[in-house]
């Protein structure tokens, strides 16, 4: 045999998880989550919002087509992509709070991954059974008609969940009906169709079989997460204090060692009054105990595995904090529940802090929930968190109605008319944000010399349509001989107005004289 034979691989083959189910308040809270969560991902687009004859009635439209974003009452437009900005910095601000405070309670409750594998989980055991079924379908090598048939009926019912996903995505940039209509009968853009099929086969195959390999092996989150925890961030553990030394016979053993301790009691006292007291042996097993057993009694963990059958990642957090740990607290529920079969107080799985070791291993009550989560880190992610956003709200309502952009033609710079006069050419873009077509009136702040002209009209005025940008060349002319051109350049303001309601906005420029 070639050395290269007995060379290790490098390679581990994914072993397939099949998470038992499980009931219990963070089980539950996670059912309510994902009911919320994907009822706002498929239901958003069918929402109607009326912004007047002229403009989509789409609640939530990202509109690239027209470069504006829609959200009900709030309309982002392509120079206000700050806003944007501004809402990405606070989710992420959002993650490193709830990271601190919780661990990684977003990718445990929240993160699509997350939601879209618990429902594909639920449709497979709707479909093949619970864990044990499962695991017997899984390891029947024989592809006999009844395992083919769980199988094709599973795969339906993925791919259909993963079809709904894609189709869901893309009316969020379109009118949801009119596209729909268009799918239907073929109708629709190439782009539609392919960015459909695209999220369709990756929510098949992330959902269905990578799982949790996203979250080990693609998401970045896990590798970065140590950075935004510390000793006192709540997080999902195991009191190993408490639990240890554990065994399936904890239970038994307990109540075997109580009634030993009562009988090597009682012959420590002697013959009672009643009689003589005849010696009984101690059974052999109870001098196998270790000595914790035996001087302190077992742990109230009885390996019974509850904790890592209900893994969606397939871990034991009786190993301690891991890389893989989503937070998703489903540990906790089946560790309670074997806790309350046992009669042994809940908690030996729970979320804790590791700086309340030391106090719980003396006795002592851990400290309040709020005292962790509450602590100089996340109150300086909460108040940073609040002040983005409250500059938002602020800039949000500070912003006008109408705005204007101002681009100087530089070829040529300026032109000398034939009178003498020199004219300079920009590019002026309104803004009209109404719902309605507005007239808008163009003037000048500068020297009195100097005076405008629209292109295409003889007068200063010229009508916006509703919610457009609209391109109008405007001319500024020095007569001959006045100082603007002679001079190198001259500051100028070009004024808007708003005929209808008054209101006004500028922006600055310069004109280029002949600089003699």
Known sequence: MSDTDNTPSLYAAREPIFPRRVSGNFRNLKWIILAVTLGIYYITPWIRWDRGPSLPDQAVLLDLANRRFYFFWIEIWPHEFYFVAGLLIMAGLGLFLFTSALGRVWCGYACPQTVWTDLFILVERWIEGDRNARLRLHRQKKMDLRKARLRLTKWVAWFLIALATGGAWIFYFADAPTLLRDLVTLNAHPVAYTTMLVLTGTTFLFGGFAREQICIYACPWPRIQAAMMDEDTLTVGYRYWRGEPRGKGNVRRRSQAQAHKAEAEAQASGPDLGGSYARTPVPNEMTDLTPEATDQGPGDCI??????????????????????????????????????????????????????????????????????????????????????????????????????????????????????????????????????????????????????????????????????????????????????????????????????????????????????
């Open 303 to 516: 390996d019974c595995m509850a904790c890592v059958n209900v893994c969606p990642m397939g871990i034991d957090i009786r190993d301690g904090q891991q890389m893989e740990c989503i937070t998703c607290a489903l540990c906790i529920d089946a560790c309670d529940d074997v806790m309350a079969k046992i009669g042994k107080p809940r908690g030996l799985i729970d979320y804790l802090a590791l700086s309340d070791e030391d106090r719980e291993r003396a006795g002592n009550t851990p400290r309040s929930v709020w005292s962790h989560v509450f602590r100089p880190r996340t109150v300086l992610y909460t108040v940073l968190w609040a002040a983005v956003g409250l500059g938002l709200i602020f800039a949000l309502f500070i912003r006008p109605d109408i705005d204007l952009t101002v681009a100087p033609v530089r070829n040529p710079t300026f032109v000398t008319m034939s009178d003498g006069s020199i004219r300079n050419t920009y590019d002026v873009r309104l803004r009209n944000k109404h719902g309605e077509a507005r007239m808008f009136k163009l003037s000048l702040k500068g020297h009195p010399a100097l005076r405008v002209q629209l292109e295409g009209t003889p007068y200063q005025s010229v009508m916006v349509p509703a919610d457009t940008a609209f391109l109008q060349r405007v001319y500024i002319i020095a007569p001959p001989g006045a100082e603007p051109a002679q001079a190198e350049t001259s500051d100028v303001r070009i004024w808007v107005e708003d005929l209808s309601s008054g209101e006004r906005a500028y922006k600055d420029t310069t004109f280029n004289g002949r600089g003699n």
